[in-house]
């Protein structure tokens, strides 16, 4: 079975600076998606970005992109120039895209991310 | 496009009480998936819908059931309520194909007393 892990239930940043959120998985399959989630005060779970595992390019979304290492099962999240609405609860999440997999995300246990003035 | 709307948002049952939840998709989305959020046990894929039909479930017990209306509206519906249902229930639509991405509400919010 997959699973994620996120091994910093906390984490703190300066507003302007940087900061990266890990996230391994573990998984026997080759083709899946992999996604940054994020859930603010408000409890609406907000995609930040996605990644396609055949594709070797990292992706980007405007102040966020990703570290993808594929053989290293590692997918870590890097926000630059941190602004005071990116405090929230990040997820990492894992979907498979054998038969049957379809829309079933395995959820990390989140990373907590504090923004400071 | 409206995004996801998940009604009640706030519920309070007693134990032995059964619960009926609504997801509302976003419109033209076929496919609806629900997860449970706990603290203890993090956010756990219940089921998803598809065009009517269960295409695949987590490992919750019966007590869990769910459906999908033609319109693409779905309801769990929760029986026999345990204080440890208490949780937070988020259902999230996508298009349903493959490479599609979903796309969440804003929950409700059960407490089981």
């Known amino acids: 079975a997959q699973t994620v892990t996120q091994s910093q239930p906390e984490m703190s940043v300066q507003e302007a600076e940087t900061v990266t959120l890990s996230c391994t998985y573990d998984t026997s399959e080759s083709d899946y998606y992999l996604f940054w989630y994020k859930q603010p005060p408000s409890r609406q779970m907000i995609l930040v970005i996605r990644?396609?595992?055949?594709?070797?390019q990292n992706a980007t979304e405007n102040r966020f992109s990703v570290n993808f290492q594929k053989a290293a099962k590692s997918f870590s999240l890097k926000i630059s120039d941190s602004q005071l609405g990116d405090a929230a609860m990040y997820f990492c999440?894992?979907?498979?895209?054998?038969?049957?997999?379809?829309?079933?995300?395995?959820f990390g246990a989140g990373t907590r991310l504090a923004v400071h003035p | 496009k409206a995004g996801v709307t998940q009604t009640p948002r706030y519920l309070i049952k007693t134990r032995g009480q059964q619960v009926t939840l609504s997801c509302s998709p976003i419109?033209?989305?076929?496919?609806v998936s629900w997860y449970q959020q706990t603290p203890g046990q993090g956010l756990q894929f219940l089921f998803e819908y598809f065009s009517e039909t269960q295409r695949n479930k987590g490992n919750f017990p019966g007590r869990f059931s769910g459906r999908q209306f033609s319109n693409s509206r779905s309801e769990m519906n929760v029986s026999t309520l345990e204080l440890g249902d208490s949780a937070l229930y988020l259902c999230a639509s996508s298009l349903g194909r493959h490479q599609e991405t979903q796309y969440f509400g804003p929950g409700t919010r059960l407490l089981v007393l």
């Open positions: 419109s033209g989305h076929r496919s």
């Open positions: 999440a894992y979907r498979s895209e054998a038969s049957g997999g379809y829309n079933k995300l395995i």
């Open positions: 990644q396609e595992a055949y594709k070797q």
